[in-house]
């Protein structure tokens, strides 16, 4: 089976617990095992912030969360689990027992991944039973918002073993990169350090304070690394010619005396005092769960606008959240393939929960107008889905289209104002669907705005209307004929510039 069933994660903390909030917000129930008398109140933090990012993330149906519990030893927690994931400090000697501990303690088909930064798999596999199923499963932190987890086999790791790990991320949002060989510190950490050591430097040598340096780094390439990465970058860089062009123009610099990348700085009292000193300037007068989810917003935005690249394809981590948000659609947020529990249709129907994010405001702090039309949107998507209109229906080449939208603009949502739709039919036949949707402060149940539109069943191939099949009009109908016997909304039928 490529999903995961079960995971269990032993070793709470930062990583640790970001791990259990990628598995639980997967709807994949968590075993932790962590002997930090704070364990229970640090992972609830993390899982905090974890939830609150995935507010902002999507708007897909995420699966019912699933359930974390603690025990108080590992074999406890292991029992049962399809995937373990250790992250425990970073010391080898601690990491290879407690891995050779789960390794006796576990099922023998379950996958055993170490979040080490840099510690080779071979020495941390040396004395188990069963090597072929442990790997380097290194992520980067937020985990459960940042994709990428670095998948690195040791002498005695099977190689179906990498591929099952990359496949069995893939349901949960994420991408598992396997490197050819083994190398210390991976692929990522060898970059950063490359940059931590020269950025050590020049603050040593006063080019520069912590502020100024980390200025460089986001106003600059950090942004063209964010969605292009390095070789990428260089071959634009390198004109029509492409990269080739670039190596030979730039090539010869790598031998200029620019950087000190092979001597180590001394962090000597002295410049660990000039650092922190420049650090607590710079950010001091923010709490870390602050710049935590300072951070995390600021991630949600930048993913979120490379998911709308490529003509909507997606790209760089944008194209990881479409082809999450793509998988969530399908299962449609059903627990065990079964379906969603239907609305009562005695009422206009409640399709879309949500809660205004950071990159959904404008200067003023307010909802930008695009927004409320996403929100419109997804609640014609949730209606669609439960007439049976689905990721599927609309791959084999059917679907409704909007051809109509009349929006008001009633209210004001604001910054972290938590916000839901209701959508009454008005009228339906075999093509069309007309309905009304009224998005509401859920707090006082203010209307904020309405929409009134109308929809057109569509051979997309074929690029014509036509009319919707039984199956569809069979699961509309119930609803048409409730929502006939209620009072006609205020605002139907509205024009543009009419008086109210």
């Given at each position: 089976?490529?999903?995961?069933?079960?995971?269990?994660?032993?070793?709470?903390?930062?990583?640790?617990?970001?791990?259990?909030?990628?598995?639980?917000?997967?709807?994949?129930?968590?075993?932790?095992?962590?002997?930090?008398?704070?364990?229970?109140?640090?992972?609830?933090?993390?899982?905090?912030?974890?939830?609150?990012?995935?507010?902002?993330?999507?708007?897909?149906?995420?699966?019912?969360?699933?359930?974390?519990?603690?025990?108080?030893?590992?074999?406890?927690?292991?029992?049962?689990?399809?995937?373990?994931?250790?992250?425990?400090?970073?010391?080898?000697?601690?990491?290879?027992?407690?891995?050779?501990?789960?390794?006796?303690?576990?099922?023998?088909?379950?996958?055993?991944?170490?979040?080490?930064?840099?510690?080779?798999?071979?020495?941390?596999?040396?004395?188990?039973?069963?090597?072929?199923?442990?790997?380097?499963?290194?992520?980067?932190?937020?985990?459960?918002?940042?994709?990428?987890?670095?998948?690195?086999?040791?002498?005695?790791?099977?190689?179906?073993?990498l591929e099952l790990a990359k496949a069995r991320l893939a349901p949960i949002g994420m991408v598992g990169v396997i490197l050819k060989k083994e190398i210390e510190a991976f692929v990522g950490d060898r970059l950063l350090e490359a940059v931590w050591r020269e950025g050590l430097w020049l603050i040593h040598d006063d080019i520069c304070d912590t502020e100024t340096l980390d200025d460089v780094i986001r106003y600059s390439f950090g942004i063209r690394w964010a969605q292009m990465g390095m070789f990428e970058t260089y071959r634009i860089a390198g004109g029509e010619a492409g990269m080739r062009h670039f190596l030979a123009q730039f090539g010869p610099c790598l031998s200029w005396p620019w950087t000190k990348l092979t001597d180590v700085v001394d962090l000597d009292d002295a410049l660990v005092d000039k650092i922190a000193g420049q650090s607590d300037a710079q950010s001091g007068a923010r709490g870390i769960r602050e710049l935590e989810r300072i951070r995390d917003e600021n991630l949600v935005g930048i993913m979120q606008a490379l998911k709308g690249?490529?003509?909507?394809?997606?790209?760089?981590?944008?194209?990881?959240?479409?082809?999450?948000?793509?998988?969530?659609?399908?299962?449609?947020?059903?627990?065990?393939?079964?379906?969603?529990?239907?609305?009562?249709?005695?009422?206009?129907?409640?399709?879309?929960?949500?809660?205004?994010?950071?990159?959904?405001?404008?200067?003023?702090?307010?909802?930008?107008?695009?927004?409320?039309?996403?929100?419109?949107?997804?609640?014609?998507?949730?209606?669609?889905?439960?007439?049976?209109?689905?990721?599927?229906?609309?791959?084999?080449?059917?679907?409704?289209?909007?051809?109509?939208?009349?929006?008001?603009?009633?209210?004001?949502?604001?910054?972290?104002?938590?916000?839901?739709?209701?959508?009454?039919?008005?009228?339906?036949?075999?093509?069309?669907?007309?309905?009304?949707?009224?998005?509401?402060?859920?707090?006082?149940?203010?209307?904020?705005?309405?929409?009134?539109?109308?929809?057109?069943?569509?051979?997309?191939?074929?690029?014509?209307?036509?009319?919707?099949?039984?199956?569809?009009?069979?699961?509309?109908?119930?609803?048409?004929?409730?929502?006939?016997?209620?009072?006609?909304?205020?605002?139907?039928?509205?024009?543009?510039?009419?008086?109210?």
């Amino acid at each position: 089976m490529t999903s995961i069933q079960k995971a269990a994660c032993i070793g709470g903390g930062v990583i640790g617990g970001a791990w259990a909030a990628r598995f639980l917000l997967g709807g994949i129930d968590v075993a932790m095992y962590d002997p930090h008398p704070e364990a229970k109140r640090i992972v609830g933090e993390v899982i905090a912030n974890a939830e609150r990012a995935y507010a902002m993330l999507t708007m897909a149906p995420l699966p019912p969360k699933g359930t974390l519990t603690f025990y108080p030893t590992i074999e406890e927690a292991v029992e049962g689990a399809d995937w373990i994931q250790e992250s425990v400090p970073e010391r080898v000697d601690l990491k290879r027992s407690v891995i050779t501990q789960i390794d006796a303690a576990a099922n023998p088909e379950a996958l055993i991944g170490s979040s080490t930064s840099g510690i080779m798999p071979t020495d941390l596999q040396r004395d188990m039973k069963h090597p072929e199923r442990m790997f380097v499963a290194h992520p980067y932190n937020p985990v459960y918002l940042l994709p990428l987890a670095e998948l690195v086999g040791g002498m005695k790791t099977s190689p179906a073993t990498l591929e099952l790990a990359k496949a069995r991320l893939a349901p949960i949002g994420m991408v598992g990169v396997i490197l050819k060989k083994e190398i210390e510190a991976f692929v990522g950490d060898r970059l950063l350090e490359a940059v931590w050591r020269e950025g050590l430097w020049l603050i040593h040598d006063d080019i520069c304070d912590t502020e100024t340096l980390d200025d460089v780094i986001r106003y600059s390439f950090g942004i063209r690394w964010a969605q292009m990465g390095m070789f990428e970058t260089y071959r634009i860089a390198g004109g029509e010619a492409g990269m080739r062009h670039f190596l030979a123009q730039f090539g010869p610099c790598l031998s200029w005396p620019w950087t000190k990348l092979t001597d180590v700085v001394d962090l000597d009292d002295a410049l660990v005092d000039k650092i922190a000193g420049q650090s607590d300037a710079q950010s001091g007068a923010r709490g870390i769960r602050e710049l935590e989810r300072i951070r995390d917003e600021n991630l949600v935005g930048i993913m979120q606008a490379l998911k709308g690249a490529d003509g909507g394809k997606g790209w760089g981590a944008g194209k990881i959240l479409a082809g999450f948000e793509k998988h969530l659609w399908s299962q449609g947020g059903a627990k065990s393939g079964g379906r969603v529990a239907e609305p009562d249709y005695s009422t206009p129907l409640r399709l879309v929960y949500t809660k205004v994010s950071p990159a959904w405001v404008d200067y003023n702090g307010h909802m930008t107008e695009h927004r409320y039309l996403q929100v419109f949107g997804d609640t014609s998507d949730a209606l669609l889905r439960l007439i049976g209109v689905d990721f599927a229906y609309v791959e084999a080449g059917h679907s409704y289209y909007t051809v109509e939208t009349h929006i008001r603009h009633l209210g004001e949502a604001k910054l972290g104002q938590r916000i839901h739709s209701t959508l009454q039919l008005l009228s339906t036949d075999d093509k069309r669907i007309r309905f009304f949707t009224t998005i509401h402060d859920s707090e006082t149940g203010d209307a904020l705005a309405t929409a009134e539109q109308l929809m057109l069943h569509v051979d997309s191939k074929a690029g014509k209307s036509v009319g919707a099949p039984a199956e569809v009009l069979d699961r509309l109908q119930p609803i048409a004929q409730a929502h006939a016997r209620l009072t006609e909304p205020e605002g139907t039928g509205r024009f543009v510039g009419q008086k109210r």
